[in-house]
């Protein structure tokens, strides 16, 4: 389904804010520099938008991956044209249109795509850095404050093979967890405080802990409590996990208890008596 027919049926009243939001959505997933070189967009710029300084309307975007790219368009009249470009080496092969749900799903696949490729070269960087004696163990598991979902959604993807399988899945678990509730619970004071410190504190400084560990070592020494650190792990995982759950369930059941609450107002003004007209 096209974008115009969207707007008609009243599902996005506002294309333009759209495609501004996919744009948006590239720039906060990716680094800079990964996104100057996978994304273009184009835009048409009228005599008020150069007097007032203004971008223009975007009339098409390209985000590009290995083996295709995904196109947005705007022909003459304002309908939007959803393609997929199968590629070769920097060549396009053929291109084909597809209906706006599924490249909006595959525009969406892409990004994350793109931003856990993005992580595993930032992480391979650090290490190199590291074995140079640049920066320290596990300097590159870190989650930056400002925008702490992005580096949760890729932390797993920085570890490697560094720490066990299980851990590298639980990590993915526990970032998604942190990411939804810090979206739930943003600007809430004390709750929004409490996920942020466990995002950027505790999670990374535990993974930080484990990374500084020879790997022999931490594979096979028995610590003082019977377990391997390898172990210890996983028993410091499981409880971030166990909390993490428990946080995004206390903020969902914040959502619920807000829909319940609209839910009595709507039925206090909706449940009186209707007005009846007579018709001919």
């Not at 060549?91 to 799903?105: A, P």
């Not at 020494?221 to 210890?232: M, S």
């Not at 039925?267 to 009846?276: D, I, V, Y």
Request: glycine share 8%.
């Amino acid at each position: 389904m096209e974008l115009d027919r969207l707007r008609r049926a009243g599902t996005d009243p506002d294309p333009e804010f759209l495609v501004r939001e996919l744009v948006g959505s590239v720039t906060r997933a990716l680094p800079d520099d990964v996104a100057g070189s996978v994304l273009v967009v184009e835009r048409t710029r009228t005599l008020s938008d150069w007097l007032g300084r203004r971008p223009g309307a975007i009339t098409r975007l390209r985000l590009s991956g290995e083996r295709e790219a995904l196109s947005l368009r705007q022909e003459p009249g304002g309908r939007w044209i959803a393609e997929v470009e199968e590629c070769y080496a920097g060549v396009v092969l053929s291109n084909h249109s597809i209906t706006f749900g599924r490249w909006l799903t595959a525009f969406a696949e892409l990004v994350d795509d793109l931003a856990v490729r993005a992580a595993e070269d930032s992480a391979d960087a650090a290490r190199a850095l590291q074995k140079l004696g640049i920066l320290p163990p596990g300097s590159e598991v870190h989650v930056d404050g400002a925008d702490p979902a992005r580096d949760l959604l890729t932390l797993a993807a920085r570890l490697g093979r560094r720490v066990p399988g299980e851990a590298v899945a639980a990590v993915g678990r526990i970032g998604a967890l942190l990411a939804e509730t810090l979206a739930r619970v943003a600007g809430s004071g004390e709750p929004d405080a409490t996920v942020r410190l466990a995002a950027t504190v505790y999670l990374p400084d535990t993974l930080r802990a484990y990374l500084a560990l020879p790997p022999e070592w931490a594979a096979e020494h028995v610590l003082a409590g019977g377990l391997t650190p390898a172990q210890a792990l996983l028993a410091q995982l499981d409880a971030l996990e166990s909390a993490a759950q428990s946080m995004r369930d206390a903020a969902v059941e914040q959502d619920a208890s807000a829909l319940l609450v609209n839910g009595r107002l709507l039925a206090e003004r909706f449940a009186g008596p209707r007005l009846e007209l007579d018709l001919p």
